[in-house]
């Protein structure tokens, strides 16, 4: 479920602090992302922005990533693959 702002009760998307990945600069540029900035604002970090940017915190931290993922993956992003195991089963070559 994607949050509605607590000011102006429009649909929020996921906001992301830090340096924005490609794919992050995209979703950003066609409205379904909004980029905070590499600067984090004092806790508790807001996760959430409305169109007219205001920016809140909600508390349902699996919701906000599950979105973010969504976004991202929409957006031509590719989740890392951080499991060897998964790419060199025992027994095969490396």
Do not use: K
């Not at 922005?49 to 508390?59: E, G, K, L, N, S």
């Not at 979105?67 to 590719?78: I, W």
């Amino acid at each position: 479920m994607i949050p509605a702002c607590p000011e102006c009760h429009t649909a929020g998307v996921p906001l992301l602090f830090g340096r924005p990945v490609p794919e992050a600069r995209a979703a950003a540029t066609d409205g379904r992302l909004a980029l905070g900035g590499c600067f984090l604002p004092e806790e508790p970090l807001p996760n959430w922005q409305c169109p007219r940017q205001h920016r809140w915190r909600d508390a349902d931290e699996r919701a906000w990533q599950q979105r973010l993922l969504a976004v991202l993956l929409a957006h031509g992003y590719t989740e890392p693959d951080d499991d060897i195991s998964a790419r060199h089963p025992p027994g095969h070559a490396r």
